[in-house]
């Protein structure tokens, strides 16, 4: 068990980065300790301590006088974490694949299958949509967890502090509901594709479709910067993401 101490800073670090990922501050707002504090109900150095890895993770930045400010993204940035993501999971399902998956990291995959096959037979609601991010967090996660590479999911903890670099960036951003199922019917198709080359001891190929699968989250974040209103509704914390000149 964690001491006290460790874990009210864990959980004020986790209670931050979500309220970043949620949109709760706009880039270049100043983030304060005495607020932050009293807003996580929280002392000052666990707060203090979670700033400066936010600012190690490239969320925050600190200002010329003292403190730190919500950073911006530009597209560019976001669109390469996305990518650097691919390349990550790609390689943690090329490991599962070579050394081959336990029983128990194949049963919780073909569990996330059967569930995702479920959400995205028919025109999905935004519930559906919510569903199927979570199955999609759990079937990335046993990759990892299964990889075995201790590197690569330190290296992931990273990324999925980066806004929209995580498996929940997937959630569609598609004109419409029809386009926003076809997407995650492709993303489905893609996951039993991924299973399939694990199972096969196909690890150049697991690699590649892990690769290739991020591209649905980076065409989401895409679409999101080009059409901000509606993806506010969606994503708040897509007001991070600021085009420059």
Do not use: W
């Not at 931050?16 to 304060?32: M, N, S, Y």
């Not at 992931?156 to 019917?185: C, D, V, Y």
């Amino acid at each position: 068990m964690k001491p006290i101490a460790e874990s009210q800073q864990s959980r004020v670090l986790i209670q931050l980065r979500d309220l970043i990922l949620k949109g709760a501050f706009a880039p270049g707002e100043r983030l304060a300790e005495i607020p932050l504090a009293e807003r996580l109900e929280a002392s000052r150095t666990p707060v203090r301590l979670a700033l400066t890895t936010l600012e190690y993770e490239g969320l925050i930045e600190s200002m010329s006088g003292g403190g730190y400010r919500m950073r911006g993204f530009t597209p560019t940035e976001v669109s390469h974490a996305i990518q650097t993501r691919g390349v990550l999971e790609g390689y943690a399902a090329r490991l599962l694949a070579e050394t081959g998956p336990s029983k128990e990291i194949l049963r919780k995959l073909h569990q996330c299958l059967e569930e995702g096959d479920e959400v995205v037979k028919t025109q999905m609601s935004f519930d559906d949509y919510a569903a199927y991010v979570e199955i999609n967090e759990r079937f990335h996660a046993l990759i990892l967890e299964g990889c075995g590479n201790r590197t690569v999911l330190r290296m992931m903890e990273m990324l999925n502090g980066q806004p929209f670099a995580a498996p929940s960036a997937m959630l569609p951003m598609q004109s419409s509901h029809e386009e926003g199922t076809r997407a995650m019917q492709q993303a489905q198709f893609q996951h039993h594709a991924i299973v399939q080359a694990i199972e096969r001891g196909q690890g150049s190929r697991a690699q590649a479709l892990g690769e290739e699968h991020v591209e649905i989250a980076r065409m989401n974040v895409e679409y999101a910067t080009r059409n901000p209103e509606l993806a506010a509704e969606i994503m708040p914390g897509i007001r991070l993401v600021t085009r420059t000149a």
